[in-house]
């Protein structure tokens, strides 16, 4: 494990705010503050490594970034975070909420949660957001670019790692509640503890439910929607060397729907869906026991599973399902050697085997065809430098069983810490893949009225992607600004075509496209203390995204920004603080359909958000807050013919007791 290299505390900054917000390459939503750099990331290599020495672009959202938000779904922070597009089908609550990764696809983007892959075989391999409440989050990495070589198919744009809280010595004890708008509520509450530095544990339940607005630009019938969440986890260490744990989730949504129709798109309709989730992880760690005092030596087994289960009904009868699960087994094996009496260098060399199994099931696929079989095989290396020079290279074989070629990806980072102008340089280069999902494999059969097929000979998804970046502090390490360029190539994209029957009529299926979507951008962001409890984080991202025809790709907005004003102050001796965040999405574009489902190129209009939220301690351990959304009352839409929610207020009170029996 790589010791981080510690940086002084962070100072106040008096000025900087009005010129960062004139700068036309404006700011940069990330916790990269010089603090931060000092603490651990685990997403970014197979070993937890000092923030200071990641070669990689990375975010890191805290539960403390949520908290003063006040967020109810995961997708609403992910706004902040540059390079990431977010498109909701809908502004009513649980919609199809897709997240898309420096100009790479929703289904090119993992997503995970303590480990476990969500990206679900049976939703095109993508994971919806719709269904994510920020509850019981103790952080959240996003590891930007190909990160294939680590994490196999589905990380070609990046990661997003989703981490749960865990226990702390004694007991704890909380709740929540809170209600507003739209006929919204939203209770919750746990418990965690732990024993000595032996167990910890979490257990924790979220119930939300709104009456929600029409999804349909075009209708009025609301659309509601309920989720219930339930997710803990426990850790045991019975012997100093010995860990080992379980984790799991669970989520049961049901969110109501509208129709599509040809040449209007969105339009009402009694239609919902029900979303079944399960996701469990078990893992046992051994470290061996001190070999030298120069050498340390891990091993871990995990087994993971996850399994969605989702059916649609229209007019309220049973119109289709889809069902998907992967099942996971890993080994890993770290040597960690500190050989500092030789230029100060430290070394970790990774192995780490997966079996991974996907299998499929929906209305509309073969049923005997519906499996992904891969066994992959990774090494990784680190090397840390004078407590100056990072450097990673990884190479990851996925032996495809049975389907298509095999592939193999690498990737490699570099940073450099000049201490003396206190400036940090990063770069990183890799190659990705992205493995045909079942449905383009197998599907078969008649969606909508349109038929569909699979088509076996598909073959993976490549990339080529590299970045970038210098991060500077300023003012006596009081303000960071951090800017990176990168380019991503991707070719042998899969999309849908349609071919002849022999009767002349058509129907649908996919293929690789010809030709290289050509995409680069530029992330710039700020972090900054503006002076004693008042906290500013800014972001933007320009981003060119083009296809083998140079057309742009869809629901990918060429300018993307945020600006995150919070400030934490006492009154009457109690804690306070108010929070307001603005988030910009530029002009975009979209699909329109006409009546016989010729799709069309349409462009949907830029839109602002502004919110402001606010808390108050009004007695030890009790708060109460509120909230408004969309204070400007912008009406904007995502998705061609969805609508979004108005102008919106929300208030609550949360209670946090103990720790108690420490």
């Given at each position: 494990m790589f010791t981080p290299i510690k940086r002084p505390a962070n100072a106040f900054l008096s000025s900087l705010f009005t010129a960062t917000c004139l700068t036309p390459i404006a700011l940069f939503a990330a916790d990269e503050s010089p603090k931060a750099l000092t603490k651990m990331v685990v997403t970014s290599s197979l070993t937890p490594t000092s923030a200071a020495q990641v070669g990689s672009a990375v975010t890191v959202i805290t539960a403390e970034d949520i908290a003063r938000q006040q967020i109810t779904y995961v997708a609403d922070i992910l706004r902040t975070v540059p390079g990431l597009a977010v498109n909701q089908t809908g502004g009513s609550f649980g919609t199809l909420t897709q997240v898309r990764?420096?100009?790479?696809?929703?289904?090119?983007?993992?997503?995970?949660?303590?480990?476990?892959?969500?990206?679900?075989?049976?939703?095109?391999?993508?994971?919806?957001?719709?269904?994510?409440?920020?509850?019981?989050?103790?952080?959240?990495?996003?590891?930007?670019?190909?990160?294939?070589?680590?994490?196999?198919?589905?990380?070609?744009?990046?990661?997003?790692?989703?981490?749960?809280?865990?226990?702390?010595?004694?007991?704890?004890?909380?709740?929540?509640?809170?209600?507003?708008?739209?006929?919204?509520?939203?209770?919750?509450?746990?418990?965690?503890?732990?024993?000595?530095?032996?167990?910890?544990?979490?257990?924790?339940?979220?119930?939300?439910?709104?009456?929600?607005?029409?999804?349909?630009?075009?209708?009025?019938?609301?659309?509601?929607?309920?989720?219930?969440?339930?997710?803990?986890?426990?850790?045991?260490?019975?012997?100093?060397?010995?860990?080992?744990?379980?984790?799991?989730?669970?989520?049961?949504?049901?969110?109501?729907?509208?129709?599509?129709?040809?040449?209007?798109?969105?339009?009402?309709?009694?239609n919902r869906s029900e979303t079944r989730q399960g996701y469990t992880k078990a893992y046992l760690k051994l470290t061996v026991p001190e070999i030298t005092d120069w050498l340390q030596w891990e091993h871990q087994a995990s087994f993971f599973y996850s399994d969605s289960q989702r059916k649609s009904f229209r007019d309220q009868a049973f119109a289709s399902h889809f069902n998907g699960n992967k099942i996971k087994y890993a080994y890993q094996t770290n040597l960690l050697m500190d050989t500092s009496q030789f230029a100060q260098s430290r070394h970790a060399l990774t192995f780490l085997y997966e079996h991974e199994e996907d299998s499929a099931d929906s209305t509309f696929s073969s049923k005997n065809q519906t499996r992904l079989i891969v066994n992959s095989y990774v090494g990784e290396y680190q090397l840390a430098l004078f407590d100056r020079v990072s450097l990673t290279a990884s190479v990851r074989h996925d032996d495809n069983v049975r389907q298509f070629q095999d592939v193999t990806t690498f990737r490699t980072t570099a940073a450099y810490q000049h201490i003396e102008t206190n400036t940090k340089l990063h770069a990183s280069y890799g190659t990705g893949a992205k493995n045909p999902t079942l449905s383009e494999l197998y599907i078969d059969g008649n969606f909508s009225g349109r038929e569909y097929r699979g088509n076996p000979n598909l073959q993976a998804e490549k990339s080529n992607s590299w970045d970038i970046g210098i991060q500077q502090f300023f003012f006596d390490e009081r303000v960071s600004l951090d800017v990176t360029y990168y380019n991503n190539q991707i070719k042998n994209f899969i999309q849908r075509t349609t071919d002849i029957n022999a009767d002349g009529s058509r129907y649908f299926t996919y293929g690789n496209a010809p030709g290289i979507n050509k995409i680069e951008g530029i992330e710039v962001g700020i972090t900054a203390n503006l002076m004693q409890g008042l906290d500013f984080v800014g972001s933007y991202t320009w981003a060119s995204t083009k296809d083998a025809k140079n057309i742009a790709l869809v629901r990918r907005p060429k300018h993307i920004a945020s600006a995150n004003l919070n400030y934490g102050f006492s009154v009457l001796d109690r804690k306070a603080n108010i929070n307001l965040g603005v988030k910009y999405n530029g002009q975009q574009t979209d699909y329109a359909f006409d009546a016989a489902f010729n799709r069309s190129i349409v462009v949907l209009s830029d839109y602002t958000l502004v919110n402001i939220a606010a808390s108050y301690e009004i007695f030890d351990h009790v708060e109460i807050f509120a909230r408004v959304e969309n204070m400007l009352n912008d009406s904007y839409q995502e998705v061609y013919s969805y609508a979004s929610r108005g102008v919106a207020g929300y208030g609550g009170v949360r209670v946090a007791l103990g720790p108690f029996l420490k």
């Open positions: 990764m420096r100009g790479a696809e929703g289904n090119q983007t993992l997503v995970r949660l303590d480990g476990i892959e969500l990206n679900d075989p049976a939703g095109g391999s993508e994971y919806n957001f719709g269904n994510m409440l920020a509850d019981n989050i103790e952080r959240i990495e996003i590891i930007r670019g190909a990160q294939s070589a680590l994490y196999g198919s589905d990380a070609v744009g990046g990661v997003i790692n989703i981490i749960t809280k865990k226990g702390s010595k004694g007991l704890q004890v909380n709740a929540n509640a809170e209600g507003g708008s739209f006929g919204t509520y939203k209770v919750g509450g746990g418990f965690s503890g732990g024993w000595k530095d032996k167990v910890d544990f979490s257990l924790n339940v979220n119930q939300f439910a709104s009456e929600g607005i029409s999804i349909a630009a075009s209708g009025t019938e609301r659309d509601a929607s309920q989720n219930l969440t339930l997710d803990g986890n426990i850790n045991i260490r019975p012997l100093e060397a010995l860990e080992l744990g379980v984790s799991g989730r669970m989520v049961r949504a049901d969110t109501d729907t509208d129709g599509f129709q040809g040449g209007i798109g969105a339009v009402d309709a009694d």
